[in-house]
């Protein structure tokens, strides 16, 4: 008991300090990412005895700025809620990594651990629930802030989160047909299967109409640029705009983490989570007849490093996306969710139903 | 009587353009263009290669200058003859034409009598003056110059922005001066109105 009680602190460990980490890792990748695309140099001033490393200490610059300033709670607002709305914000987008697997099972003497820190038979529908209690933080903010452009901000926010979270959930029930499991350890099992033994039966192969949907709405759910209506930097400052100090870093902190997870969850259902092409348990099998064997170890430590790198992948697309698409007006982010992207998803359910029937049927 | 209105009509999207998606590759194409060209840029620079393309069009100032136009007025100097005297002659045409009148000269008489005057005193107040360069243009004897290419000027009082003629003979010192190194006679701030040196040292009759 106390040993499977160990292994479960361990994997929530690991995957709290990763994903900490490299939510912090973001604010460098943001500056210095932007800095290329813009033929800039970005921040390389922050250094350490002189050690610079390409400015990676502005990161901690950042926190230790972040954590030194006033708190300042605006003299009208519910002072509770107000301390409390960015606590949700982080918790929501924190709790939603543990149904993530990162690696298939890894056997250590008699145990067998899976490398995912809660095995949910509902996985999917637990990430989006805490996905959609994410509202909460943002608009408990607005509301606590007593003031009118906090609470157009976290209006805007909710309006925007709910109505993407519909095409995000219909862009995922054409997955959840195919695979037909809403276990996200299983999804990726079953996304291992070859098709004629050459290509691995993927998501995007399955549901490239699905991937589209599901990245946009994605997308719009970190609210960020293009879809960052809910800050409007330019105009409103948004929800967080009464905030200061580490309560504001935590509204930061959120956005990247959400970035991240929306990366990991487009890497799960659509290519393969930690799939590696040809590699299953006891080694590669590769179509033109060769084997190389590899022991579980490295097949479990191989699986996370391509789900690592997928990852990684797919924050520097949404990076760049971040940095190369300007913003939509208001009422053409609302057109997109529920005139474009609604629409699409549900066409796209009912011909993946149609598509399966008809499969099911010519094989029997 | 009716306003003539002209309409301008917004360019309609094509339907390619409202398809958005090939729109958005497009941009995605070039910004991701930049970046690996740049990434590969600054990578190639740190291994000593490609130094000729250059990856960001930064300047880092401090440690790197923007390249100066060869006629760029920068902070003035004095222009010196082979035995360390000043070229100037003294004849207050710069003083004159000073359209912000910054610049103080005290002529005193020099001992070669091919060289009528010489300034006992040179002091320009960089916190009054214009860059105009007219004393440049004006000088008869190619004595004064704005080329040293300095600058990042910058005192914390309007005294320490007053040159005088240790630093305009030689553009390498700065505020505080410790020693007057010249040996001709001079006033300057260093000896408190008191004329400094004499002829003797310069080599001169």
Sequence with gaps: ?364 | MTAKVKVVRRPELTFWEQLYLPQIYCGFKITTRHFFRNLFLHIAHRLGLYKHLRAAATIQYPDELRPLMSRFRSRHRLTVRDDGTPRCVGCMLCETVCPAKCITIVPGEHPDPNVEKYPVRFDIDLGVCVYCGYCVEVCPEDAIRMDTGILDLAAYSREAMRLDIHELMNPALRKPLSDCGLTFPHQCSLSHGEMKGSWDGTGRP
């Design chain 1, 1 to 364: 008991m106390i040993e499977v009680l160990v292994i479960k602190l361990t994997l929530a460990g690991i995957v709290f300090f990763t994903v900490l980490n490299f939510a912090g890792f973001h604010t460098w990748v943001e500056r210095k990412q932007s800095a290329l695309i813009q033929d800039r140099i970005g921040a390389n001033r922050a250094s350490i005895f002189g050690l610079r490393l390409l400015g990676l200490f502005h990161g901690l610059a950042d926190a230790l700025k972040m954590f030194t300033k006033e708190d300042i709670v605006p003299a009208g607002a519910d002072k509770t809620v107000h301390i409390l709305a960015p606590f949700f914000s982080v918790f929501f987008a924190l709790v939603a990594f543990a149904t993530i697997p990162f690696g298939d099972r890894l056997v250590l003497g008699t145990r067998v651990i899976e490398l995912q820190v809660v095995k949910i038979d509902a996985a999917l529908l637990y990430v989006f629930a805490m996905l959609s209690l994410g509202v909460y933080g943002v608009i408990l903010a607005g509301f606590a802030s007593r003031n009118n452009y906090a609470i157009l901000g976290g209006l805007r926010a909710s309006a925007q989160m709910i109505s993407y979270e519909i095409a995000l959930g219909i862009a995922i029930i054409g997955v959840i047909m195919v695979y037909g499991t809403m276990d996200l350890a299983e999804l990726v099992r079953r996304q291992g299967q070859m098709i004629g033994g050459w290509i691995p039966f993927w998501g995007i192969l399955a549901q490239p109409v699905a991937f589209f949907v599901f990245v946009t709405a994605a997308l719009a759910e970190t609210k960020r640029v293009p879809f960052d209506l809910p800050e409007g930097e330019s105009e409103i400052i948004g929800y967080f705009v009464e905030y200061s100090g580490m309560k504001f870093g935590m509204f930061l902190l959120t956005d990247f983490l959400d970035t991240i997870l929306v990366a990991c969850l487009a890497t799960t259902l659509f290519f393969g989570g930690w799939q590696v092409p040809f590699l299953v348990a006891d080694g590669f099998h590769f179509p033109w007849g060769s084997v190389v064997v590899v022991s579980n170890p490295v097949y479990a430590l191989l699986g996370v490093a391509s789900f690592s790198i997928k990852v990684v992948v797919f924050c520097w697309i949404f990076m760049q996306l971040r940095w190369t698409l300007p913003r939509f007006r208001y009422d053409q982010l609302m057109d997109l969710g529920w005139k474009g992207l609604f629409p699409i998803s549900v066409v796209n359910v009912v011909v993946t139903a149609v598509v399966l029937v008809v499969f099911q049927e010519v094989r029997r």
